[in-house]
């Protein structure tokens, strides 16, 4: 099993002027945090933001991360949520991305 190490990097969400998540503000933030040399990134953090996207945005900002990164660094997505269902579902939806959440890692570790 693959235990991530390193610096793994909590990844603010940039959104646009009217609070949508920004796909070209990201993808620059992810490249950025690889060329800085970290070892993992973790978006859908706890830098806030995390509790004000609904389940759609979290997928959506997890699919931009795991492209963007195209496997050169771990993505290991925050999969909190005020409520546990929400929170499972986000963690199986990491697991089809072939990640493993936050969640899973809490659960090993």
Do not use: N
């Amino acid at each position: 099993m693959h235990i991530p190490e390193g610096v793994i990097a909590e990844m603010l969400t940039p959104f646009d002027d009217i609070g949508r998540i920004t796909e070209k503000e990201t993808v620059k933030l992810v490249y950025f945090l690889i060329e800085k040399g970290v070892d993992g990134i973790f978006p859908v953090s706890s830098c806030a933001e995390y509790a004000h996207l609904d389940m759609e945005e979290k997928k959506y900002l997890i699919d931009i991360v795991v492209d963007a990164s195209g496997g050169r660094v771990d993505t290991i997505p925050g999969t909190g949520a005020t409520c546990r269902q929400k929170s499972i579902g986000l963690a199986s939806y990491a697991k089809e991305k072939g990640l493993r959440s936050s969640f899973i890692w809490s659960i090993l570790l």
